[in-house]
């Protein structure tokens, strides 16, 4: 799937911030100190994960490559100093050997090469830092996404909702990663600590659902008018079945800390 969510900077920005509260206090609780942390936020899009983290007290290199989002971000951030965008990729960030005491990646590992990213991140991470890999998304729990879900595969030209990046090669999921990643993370000596799972939901109106569903990454890699056409078909379905325009959308977050053991002192 070729996705450019420099298409979507806009309604990336406006309706995929809904990253839980609970994430912060979750990676505290299990010894991941945010306040005073140097931070590298990879595919950190518009800077929605930066914004939190640096709210929190951490400085954030935040890593994009898609312009658009990079434009959308810094006008997001306004004045923070805390937050420094860069427009590179996450196998090439540029950033300095050995300086940061976290690397974050929220719904983008999947984008990545990700030997070339493993290495960078072992480049850049200090000995014993952390590599935070979350995920986030809508499930399929509530008829509202059952039935969006079935409008989006009718337009695909293959008539298919795939999994998104490599997640599509995937032969087994664990807490929404592919089990694959685990042996690439134990062989790079990036040491699983934690993996768990936290379940909420979203608020959404009708316009916001479908704002929601414009930035998702079926949508995204849509053609512009066979992504309208979609959208137009969703929105008539909403305003037929749910005049109110009230929806408590289902979320899943998933979280794997690891920890970078390369280089340890004995």
Request: charged share 25%; glycine share 6%; net charge negative.
């Amino acid at each position: 799937m070729n996705v450019n969510f420099g298409n979507v900077a806009e309604d990336y920005l406006k309706y995929r911030d809904d990253i839980p509260d609970s994430l912060i206090k979750g990676l505290e609780m299990r010894g991941v100190a945010i306040a005073g942390s140097k931070v590298a936020d990879l595919g950190a899009g518009p800077g929605l994960l930066s914004k939190i983290l640096s709210d929190r007290g951490a400085i954030v290199d935040a890593v994009e490559p898609s312009s658009e989002l990079v434009e959308v971000g810094k006008a997001h951030i306004g004045d923070d100093q805390r937050i420094n965008f860069t427009q590179r990729y996450a196998e090439d960030t540029g950033l300095a050997t050995n300086s940061y005491d976290i690397v974050m990646v929220m719904r983008a590992w999947h984008w990545f090469d990700r030997e070339g990213t493993i290495d960078e991140v072992k480049r850049i991470l200090k000995p014993g830092g952390h590599l935070v890999i979350m995920d986030s998304g809508f499930t399929s729990a509530s008829k509202i996404v059952k039935e969006s879900m079935k409008i989006i595969q009718s337009y695909s030209t293959d008539k298919q909702i795939r999994p998104a990046g490599t997640k599509d090669m995937a032969t087994q999921m664990i807490n929404s990663f592919p089990v694959e990643w685990f042996d690439e993370w134990k062989y790079a000596k990036l040491d699983l600590m934690e993996l768990y799972k936290v379940d909420y939901e979203v608020k959404f109106t009708n316009e916001e659902w479908l704002g929601r569903l414009s930035s998702v990454s079926w949508l995204a890699a849509f053609k512009e008018k066979q992504r309208k056409n979609t959208l137009s078909r969703i929105s008539a379905y909403l305003e037929d079945n749910f005049p109110d325009g009230s929806h408590k959308i289902p979320h899943i977050l998933s979280v794997a800390i690891l920890q970078n053991k390369n280089n340890l002192q004995p």
